[in-house]
Every structure is written in C-alpha cells, then in structure tokens.
C-alpha cells in the first residue's frame, strides 16, 4: 500500500528562488516535496541544500501529486509564460476539483487572470502571487502578494504569511484581490522600483557632478538620508555600492558601464498606464531613462557634438560637504517629494485597475505587503498606510494631510533642485517629470481649452464649453470647413 500523504505544499522549479521558498518553508515547519522538469535537480537539491531537512522530493508529476495532502498545493516557480502553462496541463489530469494550483514566477497580470478564470472552469483554485525580495527574501522573509481566486485563500494563509516577511510583528502578505490582481501588484510594485532607482541615480548625478562629491562623500550622504523619511532597502544598497572597492581598491561604481538593461516589468507598468489613461510619468520616464542609458556609444559621439552646459564643481572647495550643505540637503528633499509623487501615480493605477476589474484592491494592505521584504522597502511606505489607514477611499496620497505638508515643505527645495540640474546640463527626467505632474495636477486650468479647439479644428473632433460641459460643439473655424463633427464621434 503507497504511504499517506504526507507534503504540505509542492513547489516545481528548483532554480534559486524555488529553492530558496522550499527552505524557508521547511524552516517553517511545513513538508515540502519538490520537483523540477529536469528531474536530476530534484536529487541534487536534496542531496546538498536539503540534506537533513523534511524536504521530500518527487521523479514525477504523478510521483509529486500522489505524496501531497488535500487540497493538494502545487507551486510553480517556473519561467514566466509557456512554462507555467506547460505545467497547469500537465497538472490538471493528475489532481482534483478544489486543489490549488499557484504560480509564483513573474507573469503577466493577464495571463493570470485567464488561467485563474480557465481553471475556475474546471474546478480548480487558481493563485498568482507576487514574490519580492530577490534571493535572499525567498530564503527568509518575502514580500507576497497573492490573488486569485479567493476560495484558495484560506488553504494558503498559514504557509505564505508564515514564510513572509514580517513588518512590526505583522506578515508583509495578505490576499490582494481577485483574478491577476497579485501579479498586477507586483508589477506595480516593480514599476515603482524602476522610478525609485533612478531618483536615487538623479540624485547620485547632482552630487557628484554639481556638488562635486567622491563616491565616499556621497556614501555617507546616503547613510545620513538613511536615517530619515527616506530610510529604505535601496538608499541603504547605494551607500553601501559607492563606497565598495574594486580588488586593487578602486571604486567598483566607476568601471561600471553606464548602461542599464531591464527585464520587461517597468514596461508593462507603463503599458497598462497608457491603457487605462493613467499619467505614471514617472515609472515611464524611468523606463526610458534606461533605454537612453544603452545608446552608449551614440552618446558618446553626441557628448563631442552637441552643445550645452557641461557640470563643473565649483574649483578650490575643500570640504564640499561642508560647502554645499544646503544644496546637499535640497537634493534630499527633491527625492523625497517627487518619491511622494511617484508613489502617488502608482497607487493612481491600483486604484483605476481596481476600479475597471472590480478587484477593490486593499491600499492600506498592499502598503503593508510592501513595507518589508521587497526591493522598495522603506520607512515611508509606512506612512502611506497610515493614510490608506485613516481613509480607505483616499482618492489620491498627494491630497492626505501628511504628504501634502511634506510635498509643500520640500516644495521650493525641489524646484531650486531641477533649476540647478537644467542649468548645469543634468538630465533629470524623473525629478522633472515628478514637478510637472504636480503642477498639473493642482492647476485648475491647464490648456487643454487650446488643444481641445486644436482638435476640432483639424478633425471636427468638437469641444465642450466652460458653461456647459457635456454638450459637444463643433465649430467652422475657417469658414470652408463645414459644421459637421467629425464622424468618429458618437454622442
Ligand atoms: P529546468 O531546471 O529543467 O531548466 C527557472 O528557469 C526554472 O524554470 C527552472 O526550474 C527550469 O527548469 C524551469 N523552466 C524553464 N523553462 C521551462 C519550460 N519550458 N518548461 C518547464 N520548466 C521550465
């Protein structure tokens, strides 16, 4: 007779991320049996980082099935897109109405959705879920954002907020919505990191080629930030980078080419910005901001071409630090207030995805998930559940009382900030845009009036007026044109 049952959960993918959730969830106390589609890792995992662990493995998917207890939970942590639907059919013969298939990888919000509704058909519960914190949170403390289909919920709490890592003694996971929502919101959460890194590389730029700072001056710059509002995962990895030597100790930052690679998650943020008409400017112009960065050698013929200012530290300074104390602290709160705006846009986009899937989306709760464990990690995410705390239909995080004290404290700071970097010729495409954004946003008459007339005059496009909104006019602005709107329009 076979032996019960006895795993709590499969994990298949046995590359460092599955491994490392197998060992974090064995620490936890939970019998893992794992799997990989190259069936010699299985032994080769527990011959080495398993040994002397309750890790069980599998030589087979009908082998994996056949030791787990029901429901039966079975997690992918496989290569994103035909990979994870390669499993889920070779899964579903072998297991049952109620089992719980989950995909940890970093798919498409919208391959989520379909397979969670595909597998809903059939009787299974479906859950994507967001995973954050690279290696080392696998292995000890993640950031989860799981979402699915919501009957999973309960067979899955235990494990995920156990392994999970923890933020004032509470788990940096809870169940964020139906459908894709747990990998929409982890590619929220990426689009955020990508914003989030080149301000802090804006920054890096003002201090170095304006202020004139060494690596180790703007090391211990960072190590101060880090000791306020913007102490976070990735202030604390930057001053630790600029002050790391290289083996004949030089600065490892300086040989680096600068030029930045991605993956594809910051474009999808992107993406479904333009597609739900949500102005997330900043995690665009961050996208962008790398794309740029790999013309390298365009950019090198430019730089002895094309004219403009060139930054030049003040000469003779000798303790720049000192010297540029006020500046020094402007670029602080430069970062700080367009890291308010950037995070403002991006729950902008939870809201509206929310709103158009029907998702209702916990803010307060994705604040938490994101507070510890992930790449951006910090004190202020903390803050922003606060707000999300204290009103769960806050319509936008710039109109809380607290980060519309701490954006008009930082306010003039900040424009001083981009006049200095537009006049010394730095780009500073994420600083600026974050201004722009502001100031558009809190202009109660932007001109669109002319745009709006632009539109109707070339396309019969119509307009509506001031006094009457909701009535479209078309006007003969040249008198040939004729009075009938353009035919695209259906009112
Ligand atoms: P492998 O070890 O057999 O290559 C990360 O690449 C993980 O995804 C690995 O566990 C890898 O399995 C798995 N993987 C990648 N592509 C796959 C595919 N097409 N089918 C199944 N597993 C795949």
């Not at 919208?110 to 479906?126: P, Q």
Request: proline letters at 4%.
């Amino acid at each position: 007779m076979a032996a019960a049952p006895t795993a709590d959960l499969a994990l298949i993918g046995l590359a460092v991320m599955g491994k490392n959730l197998i060992l974090n969830m064995n620490d936890h106390g939970f019998t893992v049996c794992a799997y990989n589609r190259t069936v010699s890792k299985v032994e080769e995992f527990l011959a080495n980082e398993a040994k002397g662990t309750n890790i069980i493995g599998a030589t087979s998917l009908a082998d994996m099935v056949s030791k787990l207890k029901r429901p039966r939970r079975v997690m992918l942590l496989v290569k994103a897109g035909s990979a994870v639907d390669g499993f889920i059919n070779q899964l579903v013969p072998l297991i049952e109405p109620g089992d719980i298939i989950i995909d940890g990888g970093n798919s498409d919000f919208n391959d989520s959705t379909r397979r969670c509704k595909e597998l809903a058909a059939k009787g299974f519960l479906y859950v994507g879920t967001g995973v954050s914190g690279g290696e080392d949170g696998a292995r000890y403390g993640p950031s989860l954002m799981p979402g699915g289909n919501p009957e999973a919920w309960p067979h899955i709490k235990d494990i995920f907020q156990s392994i999970s890592a923890k933020s004032d003694g509470e788990p940096c996971c809870d169940w964020v919505g139906a459908e894709g929502a747990g990998h929409f919101v982890k590619m929220v959460h990426n689009g955020i990191e990508y914003g989030d890194m080149q301000l802090i590389s804006e920054a890096y730029h003002l201090l170095k080629s304006v202020c004139g700072l060494s690596n180790d001056e703007i090391s211990s710059v960072f190590e101060q930030w880090n000791n306020g509002e913007l102490e976070s995962f990735l202030i604390e990895i930057s001053r630790d980078i600029l002050k790391f030597r290289d083996t004949d100790n030089v600065h490892l930052v300086d040989k680096i080419l600068d030029s930045a690679s991605q993956k594809g998650t910051g474009k999808w943020t992107g993406k479904t910005g333009l597609d739900m008409g949500i102005p997330i400017t900043l995690i665009v112009e961050a996208v962008f901001a790398r794309t740029l960065s790999s013309f390298k050698s365009e950019r090198v013929t430019a730089s002895k071409l094309l004219k403009g200012p060139s930054p030049q530290p003040e000469s003779g300074v000798s303790n720049p630090l000192e010297h540029h104390a006020g500046l020094i602290k402007a670029i602080k709160e430069a970062l700080y207030a367009s890291k308010i705006i950037s995070y403002a846009q991006g729950f902008m986009l939870m809201r509206a995805t929310s709103q158009e899937y029907g998702w209702t989306l916990n803010m307060g709760g994705i604040s938490l998930m994101w507070r510890g464990g992930c790449i951006i990690r910090s004190v202020f995410l903390g803050k922003i559940k606060q707000a999300f705390d204290s009103n769960p239909d806050l319509s936008n995080l710039l109109v809380d009382d607290f980060f519309n004290a701490e954006v008009a404290r930082c306010q003039m700071s900040w424009r001083e900030v981009c006049c200095k970097g537009i006049t010394n010729g730095i780009p500073m495409p994420a600083f600026s845009s974050a201004l722009a954004f502001y100031d558009g946003y809190r202009c109660d008459k932007l001109p669109a009036n002319l745009l709006q007339a632009q539109r109707d005059y070339f396309g019969a496009h119509t307009y509506e007026l001031l006094d009457s909104p909701g009535t479209h006019h078309h006007t003969n602005w040249t008198g040939h044109g004729g009075t009938t709107s353009a035919s695209t329009y259906n009112v």
